[in-house]
C-alpha cells in the first residue's frame, strides 16, 4: 500500500534562516506531487505541484521554492524565511485523474 | 477560475441530531467534487467522492453528499452524529482537463463539535 511521510512534524526557525521541508511517497511510481499550506479558517491553499521529476509548477508567488530531485521525492525550501511563512504545511500526491492523499504535515514557526 | 465556499465555519450538535453541511462552487463544466476530514491529530483524509453516476454518493462513516448540478452544491450529510465525528471538514473541487495534474481547490472549511 502507499504511505506518504513528512518531515521534521515541527520546527521552530529564526527569521531569515534557510528552510527544508521533505516529503516522500512509498508504494507508487510517478505520483503528482503537492504543497499545501493550511491556515486556521481558510481552508488549505496549494503552494506547487508537480508531475514529475524536475517538473514545477508554482501556485502563488512567494518566499518559497519546491524540487522534486527523485520521483517520489518533494521538497519545499526557503532561502530566508519570514515571519508570515509560518504555518502548517501538508504534501499531498495523487495519480492522474484521481483523488489526493495527504501527508500528516510540518508544523512551522518562524520566531 | 474556480472557487469552493463552505458557508458554516463552525456548527455545534448534539448526539444524535442530523448533519448537513453546505458546499457550493463555481464552474460551469465537468466537475470531481471531494470532502476531506481531519480529525484532531490527524491526517487530512478522503470522506468520499463524486466522479460521475448516480449523484448520490455514500462514503466511511456513514457519511453522504448529494450532487446537484443546477445548484453548484456538494452538501455532506450524516442522519445522526457521534462524538467521535468532532473534526473539521473540507469540500474540495477539480475542474481540471483529464491527464492534467488535476489540482484541488479547497474551501475554508467548517469545524464540527458534537456535544456527548
Known amino acids: 500500500s502507499q504511505t506518504i511521510h513528512q518531515w521534521p512534524a515541527t520546527l521552530v526557525q529564526p527569521v531569515g534562516s534557510p528552510l527544508s521541508l521533505e516529503c516522500t511517497v512509498e508504494?507508487?511510481?510517478?505520483?503528482?506531487l503537492y504543497w499545501y499550506r493550511q491556515a486556521a479558517g481558510r481552508g488549505l491553499q496549494l503552494l506547487f505541484y508537480?508531475?514529475?521529476?524536475?517538473?514545477i509548477s508554482s501556485e502563488v508567488p512567494q518566499n518559497l521554492s519546491a524540487s522534486r530531485p527523485q520521483d517520489r521525492q518533494f521538497i519545499l525550501s526557503s532561502k530566508k524565511l519570514l515571519l508570515s511563512d509560518s504555518g502548517f504545511y501538508l504534501c499531498?500526491?495523487?495519480?492522474?485523474?484521481?483523488?489526493?492523499?495527504f501527508g500528516p504535515g510540518t508544523r512551522l514557526t518562524v520566531t | 477560475a474556480q472557487s469552493v465556499s463552505q458557508h458554516n465555519h463552525h456548527v455545534i450538535l448534539s448526539e444524535a441530531a442530523s448533519l448537513e453541511l453546505g458546499c457550493n462552487y463555481s464552474?460551469?463544466?465537468?466537475?470531481?467534487l471531494f470532502w476531506y476530514v481531519q480529525y484532531p491529530g490527524q491526517h487530512l483524509q478522503l470522506l468520499l467522492k463524486?466522479?460521475?453516476?448516480?449523484?448520490l454518493v455514500k462514503g466511511i462513516k456513514g457519511f453522504e453528499a448529494e450532487f446537484i448540478k443546477s445548484k453548484f452544491s456538494f452538501n455532506l450529510r450524516k442522519p445522526s452524529v457521534q462524538w467521535s465525528d468532532t473534526a473539521e471538514y473540507f469540500c474540495?473541487?477539480?475542474?481540471?482537463?483529464?491527464?492534467?495534474?488535476?489540482?484541488?481547490?479547497f474551501g475554508s472549511g467548517t469545524q464540527l463539535t458534537v456535544l456527548p
Open positions: 508504494g507508487t511510481s510517478n505520483p503528482n
Open positions: 508537480s508531475v514529475g521529476i524536475g517538473q
Open positions: 499531498a500526491w495523487s495519480t492522474q485523474g484521481t483523488e489526493q492523499y
Open positions: 464552474y460551469g463544466g465537468t466537475v470531481n
Open positions: 474540495a473541487v477539480n475542474a481540471s482537463p483529464p491527464g492534467s495534474a488535476r489540482q484541488l481547490t
Open positions: 463524486y466522479f460521475s453516476g448516480d449523484p
